[in-house]
């Protein structure tokens, strides 16, 4: 069995003449271009692939340019692979690129591919998924960017057995702060990275899905901040191995040449990078008209009530100084900026950018990966981002008894780490539940008090 690393999350394993390629991203860039890869992507030979695995929709995972770069009659012959979701839209989005066989995997199963290689496919989040690859007694776990708790965690592992290499992510992939680490998030990752290999405890754990810089001007500054090869291998934990793209492991000699990898990446790391300028201006009237348009379909697919509860926030457009004043229950407004509202608003960020939150249905998460942006009240969660966020998933049911049943589905299988999730959730509303019950015993003893001034 052979390992051959590619690019950034990307990489093969190849076993008895067939090959299974994950998450290629060989050229372009992600996040509305504001992510591009620190080192150049080793080359496919798309020939020479049986399987491709698409890990969840995120551009450097689901990329668009890669794809598309593939010749038509090539793509004939590869069989895509994605997770059994709660919506079929990625399959259909797959096959109206020209991939006619896109298989969906049913979820927390081993399934057998040809060349004695098994998969199985795990879900993580509203999106996210993870993959084992077990061939020839080499069992391999892609935990991409899956976040998970310590229960889910473990299940996983009940669910696959004894780990032989652990690929997962090694630095942030996320808006950190206003131009600083505002939350706590790099201290997090390296947190995070430890204890997988610690909990895992694999003969190897190959760091990856981090390879990546910001390369606009507008995001640049999150660069000083980013976990590097050379950070993650000073902490000296056992087995961890980089792979530069272009490297290979096989399962006969098992030897990594993470040293030379490390070195390659710093190099690239440093050389100096070309940023792309702040986006063009995007008129007024047509932000205007893309947001509105945004919220009527949030208003249709939640409904007033709901969408009625949040509450109003402002993005101020530092490139045309004007503010955009968004009530989701009502409507869009477009203002001239003033000192008070220049400081009043929560978002400030270009145009193009607000645009591009509000045009796609995955452009606000794209936002906040690529960190084209500031939150003055970045400790406040927005709720109707999580509206937003369930529109570009599909992940509640619409359009039919057949879609509801497949939702049920999704879910069913995802009941452990809803379960994992919840439990973890209680902590946090423990002191709100007892704030909430000082509180109606306070409401009791004062209206106690004012009845007996009545007697």
Known sequence: MKIRFVSHASFSVESNGVTLLCDPWLCGKAFNQGWALVSPAAPVTWSNIDYVWISHQHPD??????????????????????????????????QGLGYPSVYELKLHRWISLHGGIEVMCGSCGSM????????????????????????????????VGNVTILLTQFSFANWIGNHSDELGEVARKLEDFQYRVTVIQPQATIPFASFIYFCNRENCWMNEFAITPQRIADMNLPGVSFMYPGDEWNSTERLFQSMSAVKKYMQDISEEKSLDPTPRSVPASTLEQVVNRTLRCVRAKFGRFLIGRIKPFSIYLH??????????????????????????????????????????????????????????LLNE????????????????????IRRFIRTVGFFWTKRIELAYRIRGKIPQFLPKIASGKQRVASIVRNGMVELGKLR
Not at 81 to 87: F, G, I, T
């Open 61 to 94: 995972h689901l990329n668009f340019p890669t794809l598309k770069s593939i010749d038509r009659k090539e793509r004939q012959g590869l069989k895509l692979l994605y997770q059994k979701h709660a919506s079929d839209r990625i399959v259909r989005v797959l």
């Open 319 to 376: 490139d045309l100084d004007l503010v955009l004043m968004i009530d989701p229950a009502t409507t869009c407004r477009v203002r001239d900026a003033t000192d008070e509202s220049r400081e009043a608003a929560r978002y400030v960020m270009c145009s193009q950018v607000a645009w591009y939150a509000f045009a796609y249905s995955w452009g606000w998460g794209a936002m906040e990966v690529s960190g084209m942006y500031s939150d003055r």
């Open 381 to 400: 969660p927005n709720r109707f981002v999580c509206y937003l966020n369930i529109l570009a998933t599909e992940v509640l049911p619409s359009g039919g």
């Open 128 to 159: 996210d998924s993870w993959i084992a690859i077990r061939v020839e007694g080499v069992t391999l776990l892609n935990l991409n960017d899956c976040v998970m708790s310590h229960g889910h965690l473990k299940n996983i592992l009940r669910l």
